[in-house]
């Protein structure tokens, strides 16, 4: 008995010192952060995300998340630079037929899958077809009837109608060509196990994924553009706290953070004396934040109170104070940035008079209490500062003017989700991407044909205005680029006096990288793009 | 009684509640609003009413409640957990991935927890009203109070931004992998500011308990007989009265299995760290049911584990238990 139990305590004294010599170890060692990289080596980048991807297959699978790896993985017809301008990548030209039917694109001859195998026209149209198919944006390639090859290195994409936004639709993070003969199997391409072993033919190759942890990207020594990419190796690390992202960063384990978007971590970010931000990166994204209206509810469904709650809204306040003037204000359905973005629409600039008077007009009288009314206001939980804050602070702001706003929270974005797509809300916090042309982002939001009840982000303030459909049906087909933005605008002006939607700011996402690294990716696509032309200038000091 | 009786019993009784966990963590799930195709959709920044409808003829979703739960358990019965929503991939294989960084975690806070907590108990418990045991009190009381996400929060803050000395991510140095002992030094750092975290929240029980039962046992007639036979302290502490403060910290310690279970999701979550607890917080808000269940029923299963084999321990420990005598 007490021999049992001797032997207890000592194994709970070894265990202790065991415990104790391991933590001090740990403690006491400590590996420098970051490490020195040769002017011969290209070395490594560690990126870290909260965004955890499904697989790596964007033909099939939108957002940020597969976009991040699947635009290193695979390359794609045309890439974008900073100012909107399509540049060559398979395709090392194209052209658009002058009726606006068909595009033909000059593949690359030297481009290689990362088995070896060439990249050719057969594989443009397969991944044309199967994006058509399968990829959420049903609209960016509705128009494709079918792709032509008459060679190995020419494909023709034949379309119902012209349809200008298929050149976007070409992006890196829209369009990644898949190698046929892997996925040409007769297995549903959602689910192929290629998906999380991808063969693609961009810049870097997956070499390992560690489910929820981490993913690697090394260089592919065979990519068809001379000299890249510069880096040997991107590791991203999933992390599921951006504080403790920051903090890596600060350390040097963590080299670069996509998607930021709070204020207070931007400016500490900027504050850091080893770090660069930019907000470039994120134009063809056009993420807007925005106060949505149930429009066939009363008495919402009065474009008078619409209106007024936007007069009383005051988005310079929201902007400026609450978000602290990082975030570019929006004015419109198309995202700042954007060249179709129009200006001259009404800016709702703040006007207490007038927000009272329209309610007057439409009959919601003040009563002896001074309320005229009370609504609900949602919001997606889990984003403060962009969803919650601007809520709180509009229940306050709407007083003024009568309103009692109370305000809804849901414990996470499928119960939010829930509510707002079966039309069980008055008014809601949304934020929502533009996605580069409006056909693919900007329409599902205005079509009377895209109210569909159970679906979130589609028409979901059931919004019916037969202009709008009408402008925005016409603009999808106008091939003359100055009619098209002629279009958008007289589009963007009636949506915006019908107000909908209050828009507020386009999300202040920003990239943030490591000083030392020179080719950041400060195009349309940003991250969401291959990364061959970043590389370290000064590497980092161990 | 036979202790491979009363053994058979207790797996008896595991294996019934097993089978209540997974109907009420079932029923549980599926009453939260939306369902995985609105956070596909979601994800997808919309989609179609076909796409979505087909996502729910998929996964089963378009049949009534009870034919899902029926078809659900049937499944499991034979050890299919099905696939997750989320990753397309078995459920089982996710698991076996994420338990050792769980068991890595929550063991390491039980045992710091435990050590650190008895010793300063045991301390304390020499001079009740001293200043050292005063501190304990406070010091203890705080860890145990603070929010465990705060707590962690200011650690990583403390060695991760003010004085750098620990990393504050994940559970291995993904720039520079390593192997054989690298590896395990690479792991052990990484470890170091979730395990303490955890750890803290418990330290509290563990001193008080200590320190109350060492108040106990050092008045009791027993370490006055052996103070009285003139052996030294460090051996009436450590061999006699140490003991008898022992048994309820290895009660509470198996019982406690559960909460650090708990107490690990938000953990991870700060940390990054990738085990289960993570999976269990992003399978809800993702509403991958067959990775949520299969998560909870197997951390039940550890839970449950972990109790019986208290329950042996303790057993062993306490001979009045063993025989029968209460």
Known sequence: ?542 | MNLALHLLRQVANAIGLLLAVLVLNFCLIHAAPGDPAMVIAGEMGGASADVMAALRVKYGLDKSLIEQLITYIGKVATGDFGYSYYFNEPVLGLIVQRIPATLYLVLSALAISVLIGTLLGVISARKPNGLFSQSVTVLSLAGYAAPVFWTGLMLLLLFGSVWPILPVTGMTDVARPTTGFAHLLDVLQHLVLPATTLALVYIAQYSRLARVNMIDALTADYVRTARAKGLPEIIVIGKHALRNTLIPIVTVAGLQFGHLFAGAVLVETVFSWPGMGRLVFDSILRRDYPTLLAVLFFSAVLVMAANILTDLVYRLVDPRIRSGAR
């Open chain 1, 1 to 542: 008995m007490s021999s049992t139990w001797s032997l207890r305590s000592q194994s709970l004294k070894t265990s202790f010192l065991r415990c104790a010599f391991s933590l001090a170890l740990a403690a006491s060692v400590v590996v420098p952060g970051v490490r020195a990289a040769s002017a011969a080596d290209g070395g490594t980048l560690v990126i870290a995300s909260t965004q955890v991807p499904r697989h790596f297959n964007g033909a099939v699978q939108s957002g940020v998340a597969t976009a991040l790896p699947s635009t290193q993985i695979f390359a794609s017809p045309l890439r974008y630079d900073e100012n909107w301008n399509p540049k060559p990548y398979l395709a090392k030209s194209w052209e658009v037929a002058p009726d606006g039917l068909s595009v033909t694109l000059h593949l690359v001859d030297n481009a290689v899958f990362h088995d070896g195998k060439p990249v050719t026209s057969e594989d443009v149209a397969f991944s044309i077809m199967t994006i058509k198919k399968n990829h959420p944006f049903q609209s960016m390639l509705a128009p494709v009837e079918k792709v032509d090859t008459p060679d190995k290195l020419t494909a023709i994409i034949r379309l119902k109608h012209p349809h200008p936004a298929l050149l976007l639709a070409m992006s890196p993070a829209l369009m990644p060509i898949l190698p046929k003969h892997v996925y040409d199997d007769g297995q549903d391409i959602k689910s192929h196990p290629a998906n999380l072993k991808p063969v693609g033919s961009g810049p870097y190759r997956l070499t390992e994924y560690k489910q929820g942890e981490f993913y690697t990207l090394e260089k592919f020594d065979k990519f068809f553009i001379p000299g890249r990419p510069k880096l040997d190796k991107i590791v991203v690390k999933l992390v599921s706290d951006s504080k403790a992202a920051m903090v890596s960063l600060e350390r040097g384990d963590v080299n670069a953070l996509p998607f930021i978007s709070n204020v207070r971590d931007i400016a500490r970010l900027e504050k850091m004396p080893n770090v660069v931000v930019t907000d470039k990166g994120y134009a063809g994204v056009g993420p807007i934040n925005w106060l949505a209206f149930n429009t066939k509810k009363k008495p919402l469904d009065d474009v008078r109170v619409r209106q007024a709650i936007a007069y009383a809204a005051n988005r310079e306040f929201i902007v400026g104070k609450l978000m602290g003037g990082k975030p570019k204000v929006a004015t419109s359905p198309i995202a700042p940035g954007s060249p179709l973005d129009e200006p001259g629409v009404e800016m709702y600039k703040l006007d207490l008079a007038k927000s009272q008077k329209l309610l007057d007009e439409a009959g919601y009288t003040k009563k002896p209490d001074g309320s005229r009314m009370t609504l609900t206001i949602d919001y997606i939980p889990g984003d403060e500062e962009q969803q919650r804050n601007v809520a709180e602070y509009l229940r306050s702001q709407l007083k003024q003017v009568g309103i009692n706003l109370e305000v809804r929270a849901a414990p996470d974005f499928p119960t939010w989700a829930q509510r707002i797509s079966n039309y069980d809300f008055d008014l809601t916090m949304d934020v929502v991407f533009n996605w580069g042309d409006p056909v693919i982002g900007v329409n599902r939001t205005y079509l009377t044909s895209n109210i569909h009840k159970g679906v979130i982000w589609s028409n979901t303030q059931q919004y019916s205005n037969p202009k709008v459909d009408e402008l925005l049906k016409a603009a999808a087909e106008e091939t003359s680029p100055e009619k098209r933005k002629a279009l958008y605008s007289e589009f963007q002006k009636i949506v915006v006096s019908d107000v909908p939607i209050y828009y507020v700011n386009a999300t202040p996402y920003r990239n943030v990288f490591s000083k030392g690294l020179s080719g950041l990716p400060t195009t349309i696509w940003g991250m969401m793009s291959p990364l061959d032309e970043l590389y370290w200038e000064t590497p980092p000091k161990t």
